[in-house]
């Protein structure tokens, strides 16, 4: 989830794992990693637990690569960033109710917040998803809003743009929940722009419908349409957005 998007100055490695990631093709972009490398495995271990949470297909390849990177990482910060993806892969599994991972996930990321210094570039992603955590499974969103914070803080510090992006929407949909419209709106417009910038299409079409549930007409039904029009160009992905863009039936 977390990222910077694409630069002249990537490498060009990067940069064909990003366009194939950012265009919901995270099988593909896993494929072009080294295998047998800590970073290598690491990161295909990220891109294929993001496709079960975007598409809740893929669990038990996601597994496979998370123990080959739990097997293959040596320093704290290696055994921290696994141990943040076995949370992240527990969570979605849980959201997605495949299984009930929760106490999994929270050991997880207790463990990864062990490993991981404050104040290090993988805090920020750490933070973020202890606020998803506290937000979707264990419904404190007190303690939801200051672990996306601290997020949103760390994230700007260390130039993480798509992770701003975000900490943006999820500090926003909190302020919709307390009925605050214009942090809401705010909030979500950023999370839009910044995607809609990097060219990160598989988040697009989730940041306009969450700033069409913010507007008022006839601005929200443009959004949704729009994210109908994106959602349907990526083959329904993600696989959860269909259900809260599916027009209500028509009534007698």
Known sequence: MSGNGTTAGDDPLQTAVWRLRSRACWADAAALLPAGTAAGSAQRAALLVERCLYTEQGWQEAEDALRTAE?????????????CERGHLAYAATVHRVRDRVDEARAALGRAAAL???????????????????????????AARAAYRRAHTAAAEHSDTLLLSFTWRHLAGLALRDGELAEARRGF??????????????GTAPALASLADAETEPEA???????????????????????HLTPPAATA
């Open 116 to 142: 991981i210094p404050p104040g290090a570039p993988a805090r920020a992603l750490l933070d973020f998803r202890r606020g998803l955590l506290a937000e979707n499974l264990t419904r404190a969103p007190q």
């Open 189 to 202: 417009a950023e999370s839009l722009r910044i995607r809609e910038e990097l060219g990160y299409l598989v």
């Open 71 to 83: 097997a293959l990482a040596h320093s704290d910060e290696e055994r921290g960033a696994a141990a």
């Open 221 to 243: 039904s443009r959004l949704r349409e729009e994210a109908r029009r994106l959602h349907r160009l990526l083959g329904g992905v993600p696989t959860w957005l269909t259900r």
